[in-house]
């Protein structure tokens, strides 16, 4: 394989996202790349989108979403875009994320599920689920799943986005937390996850930017953001909620302010793993809304 060069942009890029050590160590070992296709990702933001903290507005969700999946796939209508992702046939397990100060929430679960129900599969072949994926029937037996959680800092993984929402599809959850829970895209490789995510959607209405240790949490430290970004890639997804996350800590700290653990593992899911694309240059971000205060 043909050492790959490593550039200052290559550098700077790296040194953004985890410690030059683990960073340079890991990060930046050459892959080849199949293809150099863009991953396209989905930025949607309404102003209207809270009624208060943790309390969207349900109408103004679906238009969001609805907004951001068919800029995705290319189509004019919500429904034939869902039947782009969903096939009737399927038996689809929505993963959500229950974490009380920050959940993903009735109302865009209900979203997504409403849209699953348009593209032909029948509430018996649904679930939406978080902690108890493993023993639940449909998740059991899916064929296709809808990856769904709102963004944070974290204290084993530096920032809680896509990527981190599946590790309760895993048993013994601690064995992926060391070196910053680097080789969490390991998961996404198992029988029960592989090839079945159909849509990424990160949650960014009101994201937690920084956190002091485990379960950690502060109002100071969120923002009405009122956004969703949504993917079919979930590094791509990941990648660019941490351009944002990163911006942010810049203008709330005044200066570069690291996350207190490195988010690495977003980064290595490229390019370790060979899961999704974290460079910038090669996704495709589609802004939707209002550019106030964007951070992209």
Not at 122 to 131: E, L, N
Not at 209 to 215: A, N, Q
Request: hydrophobic content about 40%.
């Amino acid at each position: 394989m043909k050492k790959k060069i490593i550039t200052r942009r290559d550098f700077l890029r790296v040194a953004a996202m985890t410690p030059l050590a683990g960073a340079l160590a890991s990060g930046l070992k050459a892959r080849e790349k199949p293809s150099l296709d863009k991953a396209r990702v989905v930025l949607v933001r309404d102003k209207n989108a809270l009624i208060s903290f943790n309390n969207p507005h349900p109408e103004v969700i679906r238009k969001m979403l609805d907004e951001a999946v068919t800029t995705l796939l290319g189509e004019k209508d919500p429904v034939d875009a869902w039947r782009k992702l969903i096939k009737p046939s399927d038996i689809v397990g929505i993963k959500s994320n229950v974490w009380h100060y920050i959940p993903t929430g009735r109302v865009i679960e209900q979203a997504i599920k409403k849209r699953v129900m348009d593209a032909g599969v029948p509430d018996t072949r649904i679930d939406i689920s978080d902690r108890r994926v493993r023993r639940s029937r449909v998740f059991k037996a899916a064929t296709a799943l809808i990856n769904a959680r709102p963004a944070r800092t974290h204290h084993w993984s530096g920032l809680g986005t896509c990527l981190k929402n599946y590790v309760t599809f895993v048993s013994d959850i601690p064995y992926y937390h060391p070196d910053s829970c680097a080789d969490l895209a390991k998961i996404w490789y198992l029988p029960q996850v592989k090839g079945k995510t159909r849509l990424n959607i990160l949650i960014m209405l009101h994201p937690l930017f920084h956190g002091i240790g485990p379960h950690h949490f502060s109002r100071n430290y969120t923002w009405e953001y009122n956004g969703i970004l949504v993917g079919k890639d979930p590094v791509a997804v990941d990648a660019t909620g941490l351009r944002i996350m990163q911006a942010k800590r810049r203008e709330f700290f005044g200066r570069e302010r690291p996350l207190q653990v490195p988010a690495k593992h977003i980064f290595l899911a490229d390019t370790r793993h060979g899961l999704g694309v974290s460079d910038p240059d090669r996704i495709e971000l589609i802004k939707l809304g209002y550019k106030e205060g964007i951070f992209i």
